[in-house]
């Protein structure tokens, strides 16, 4: 069976550090992959999807980046971390192709100080 | 408009049946999902239906689909109070690849 890994589960940075999230994914092969945040407000807000191994699309314009080293392997980034960056981050993966259906990992609470 | 609407919040009593809807955008959307979170956790899928489908049901779980007026609905029979957390709906637009449009999310309390 598949599952969907992300740590670290809470982070704490100071304003202006950088920041290394994962994501990985077990059981299945070539997965789209995607970042989530979901601010206090709670509506979920797309950052990046991949299709595919060095393939990142950008929703929202930021200062928060997104690779995917390896086929499941998926990595959030920024150089310099604002207040705004605050939040709860969610990785998800899905099938290439069928129900569309996406599959949610435990999610990283960010907190920038 | 754009969005996938939900009202914010439900309470409901404890035994009690709760109907968490949903108006979506895109009449051509092939699959409509809906997924539980509860407080500090990731979405859990809970159950989808297929656009030619008027209605699923699941165990304790119903759900409605009319594609007429683009709304969908999530009937919880004898709700508990492991039901209680935020509910999202979304849908696959046409043209949106593989992605999804989710809802702002129904927060359901279930009162004793």
């Known amino acids: 069976s598949q599952t969907i890994h992300q740590w670290p589960a809470t982070l704490v940075q100071p304003v202006g550090s950088p920041l290394s999230l994962e994501c990985t994914v077990e059981?299945?092969?070539?997965?789209?992959l995607y970042w989530y945040r979901q601010a206090a407000g709670r509506g979920l807000q797309l950052l990046f999807y991949?299709?595919?191994?060095?393939?990142i699309s950008s929703e929202v314009p930021q200062n928060l980046s997104a690779s995917r080293p390896q086929d499941r392997q998926f990595i959030l980034s920024s150089k310099k971390l604002l207040l705004s960056d605050s939040g709860f981050y969610l990785c998800?993966?899905?099938?290439?192709?069928?129900?569309?259906?996406?599959?949610f990992g435990p999610g990283t609470r960010l907190l920038v100080l | 408009g754009e969005d996938v609407e939900q009202s914010l919040f439900l309470s409901v009593r404890e035994g009690d049946s709760s109907v968490i809807n949903c108006t979506y955008t895109?009449?051509?959307?092939?699959?409509l999902y809906w997924y539980k979170q509860e407080p500090g956790a990731g979405l859990q899928l809970l159950t989808y239906?297929?656009?030619?489908?008027d209605m699923k049901q699941d165990q304790r779980l119903t759900v409605l689909l009319n594609k007429k007026d683009k709304h969908l609905s999530l009937r919880i029979a004898d709700t508990q109070t492991g039901d209680s957390a935020i509910y999202f709906c979304?849908?696959?637009?046409?043209?949106?690849?593989?992605?999804?449009?989710f809802g702002t999310g129904t927060q359901l309390k279930v009162e004793l």
């Open positions: 239906i297929f656009s030619n489908m």
């Open positions: 979304a849908e696959s637009p046409t043209g949106g690849g593989n992605k999804l449009t």
């Open positions: 998800a993966w899905s099938e290439i192709s069928g129900s569309k259906t996406q599959y």
């Open positions: 895109d009449s051509s959307s092939t699959y």
């Open positions: 991949s299709v595919g191994i060095g393939q």
């Open positions: 059981g299945t092969s070539n997965p789209n």
